[in-house]
């Protein structure tokens, strides 16, 4: 089965940057949907960016210009760059194969750790 495998996470002070890893196993299009998304407590899970099947980005109106999505498929790795960190920002960030408007996500059982941001003066 696909795997999602995601590091990078930690813990910064408000205005601070992270850059999170999202490492891809298994058998899976290279031109396939992928997303991450975050869940804070208490809150149910969120598309935050991702790059639809034709490789267009997407960001969610909250991240918006501070964060940015990339990718390294020689390395079969999603990045997400986060800069401006906000405490609203503190939440487990998880990767999938989709994008912010996919309805599939909320049936999908797959999801990997994912790896804690916290946000925290």
């Known amino acids: 089965q696909v795997q999602f495998v995601e590091s990078g996470g930690g813990l910064v002070q408000p205005g601070g940057s992270l850059k999170l890893s999202c490492v891809v196993s298994?058998?899976?299009?290279?031109?396939?949907?992928i997303g991450w998304f975050r869940q804070a407590p208490g809150q149910e899970r969120e598309g935050v960016s991702c790059?639809?099947?034709?490789?267009?980005?997407d960001y969610s109106d909250s991240v918006k210009g501070r964060f940015i999505i990339s990718r390294d498929m020689a390395k079969n790795t999603v990045y997400l760059q986060m800069n401006s960190l906000k405490a609203d920002d503190t939440a487990v960030y998880y990767c999938?194969?989709?994008?912010?408007?996919?309805?599939?996500?909320?049936?999908?059982?797959?999801w990997g750790q994912g790896t804690q941001v916290t946000v925290s003066s």
């Open positions: 999938g194969p989709f994008c912010l408007n996919d309805g599939s996500q909320y049936e999908y059982t797959s």
């Open positions: 790059f639809s099947s034709d490789g267009t980005s």
């Open positions: 298994g058998f899976i299009s290279d031109y396939a949907a």
